[in-house]
């Protein structure tokens, strides 16, 4: 199952801080042109798909769980269209950064208020952290904006692109000024129930926040998730599955305050959208649970505030660079000290860059997160020096204040990747960057591609 729930407050907490950090991205990049995308949306078969909305947003990741979430709280820097009746779209203003394409939900209009952009706006110009968390997003959760198709595949210019991971969006950077035309994306409908939740007497459970879990059977093994759909004014909620490649027995049941009820058994195969699901709770109707108080915001707790999130377990494997002959690998990783560990047991090294042809291959291919890479000046300060004994070549530095750091430049010793196109930035064992970089790249050299 790809569904990975997080605390609501965490997520809030990740909202803002991917804003605040989109914010600095675009403050830099705003004077530079930007670009447009624009092609066709196609399904399996080659037929157009209308009336989809889709999006470019800009790259934010806090471990490879969220790599590239929708946040809602980056909605407003996000790049939007709507496919014509041929499946035509042309997306523009994209700024010059790390981006990725995806659809969203088809009724994403309806899910923001009409004048949140206004609001963030204006809390950003006067620098109101509290006014950009109570914009009117924060009661929206993950599963208020699941897209209703996942995108398989972008072709651009003869070139087939692949998601990098589970959540159907696939990363990108668009230079200054640049214009991709022609481009062709594949998708296809998601896996998905739709159900209505009903009180003894027929009433419907009107505009409700539901605990929904369901456990699932199949020849392979078994397995259980959960999420937290929400019901409309008739008691009816969406719920996507990501479970797609087995046939399975489904159990589905929804919670709501003190009441429970389970739906019959129900067996879906791949690709299944399934309607008619009804659940009935043995009750009278009860009256609505009020919402909870919105948390004050308080910026001077968030660095105490965040806590490193667990990484979920996923597969690693050795990518041969053909220019170079070396094999790459990103990792999962508690700190840099355990990524040195992991590669030293494989006989690697944390990544060493050598030139901008080989930085523009990793983003290509790892996308722009917050990576460990193999640069630090422990052995003589300001000093520079690579972890395999390479010489320094090529440097690809943000400014030393970007992330406004509580030390100076001079008092940090380890390096990053960062969301902002892949540049490094020094970081200290203090950093709140620190704590958000769980993922390293490790490098081997002559090696056989397959090895």
């Excluded at 949140?116 to 110009?125: D, R, Y």
């Excluded at 599963?143 to 996942?150: I, L």
Aim: aromatic letters at 10%.
């Amino acid at each position: 199952m790809k569904h990975s729930f997080y605390p609501k407050g965490l997520f809030l907490l990740i909202t803002v801080i991917s804003l605040c950090i989109g914010l600095v991205t675009r403050s830099i990049a705003q004077e530079e042109e930007t670009g447009t995308f624009s092609g066709r949306v196609v399904d399996i078969e080659g037929n157009p798909v209308a009336e989809l909305p889709v999006m470019i947003g800009p790259t934010m990741a806090i471990g490879p769980g969220i790599h590239g979430a929708f946040s809602p709280m980056n909605y407003p820097n996000t790049r939007r269209a709507r496919t014509d009746a041929d499946g035509r779209f042309t997306i523009t203003g994209i700024t010059p950064r790390g981006s990725y394409f995806s659809a969203l939900p088809q009724n994403v209009d309806a899910l923001f208020p009409s004048d949140l952009e206004a609001k963030i706006a204006k809390a950003t110009a006067e620098k109101d952290f509290a006014a950009m968390y109570t914009s009117g997003v924060t009661e929206l959760e993950t599963d208020d904006f699941e897209p209703d198709f996942e995108v398989l595949s972008i072709d651009i210019r003869g070139i087939t692109f692949y998601p990098r991971n589970d959540f159907s969006q696939i990363g990108f950077s668009v230079e200054p000024g640049s214009h991709i035309k022609n481009v062709k994306v594949t998708v296809q409908p998601r896996m998905r129930i739709r159900g209505r939740v009903l009180f003894k007497d027929g009433t419907p459970l009107r505009n409700a926040r539901l605990r929904l879990g369901f456990s699932y059977t199949h020849e392979n093994g078994h397995g259980s998730s959960g999420g937290s759909p929400r019901t409309d004014a008739d008691g009816y909620f969406l719920f996507f599955l990501d479970e797609k490649d087995d046939t399975a027995n489904y159990t589905f049941s929804v919670e709501y305050q003190t009441l429970e009820a389970t739906a019959e058994p129900v067996l879906l195969e791949p690709g299944d959208r399934l309607d008619g699901l009804t659940f009935t709770f043995d009750s009278e109707p009860i009256a609505p649970e009020p919402p909870p108080d919105k948390m004050p915001f308080d910026p001077s707790t968030t660095r105490a505030a965040l806590k490193p999130i667990s990484i979920p377990a996923f597969d690693a494997v050795w990518i041969v660079n053909p220019a170079n002959g070396h094999a790459y690998k990103r990792i999962p990783c508690e700190s840099r000290d355990d990524a040195v560990a992991q590669a030293t047991a494989e006989k690697a090294h944390l990544v060493t860059i050598n030139d901008a042809a080989e930085q523009s291959w990793l983003t290509a291919v790892f996308g722009h997160e917050f990576y460990w890479i193999g640069l630090s000046d422990t052995e003589k300060e300001g000093q520079w020096q690579w972890d395999n004994g390479e010489p320094v070549t090529y440097e690809n530095w943000l400014p030393d204040d970007f992330f406004s750091e509580s030390l100076e430049a001079s008092e940090r010793d380890f390096v990053i990747t960062t969301l902002a196109d892949g540049k490094w930035y020094a970081v200290s064992p203090q950093s709140l960057l620190l704590r958000m970089t769980a993922m390293a790249i490790l490098e081997k050299a002559d090696v056989l591609d397959g090895q």
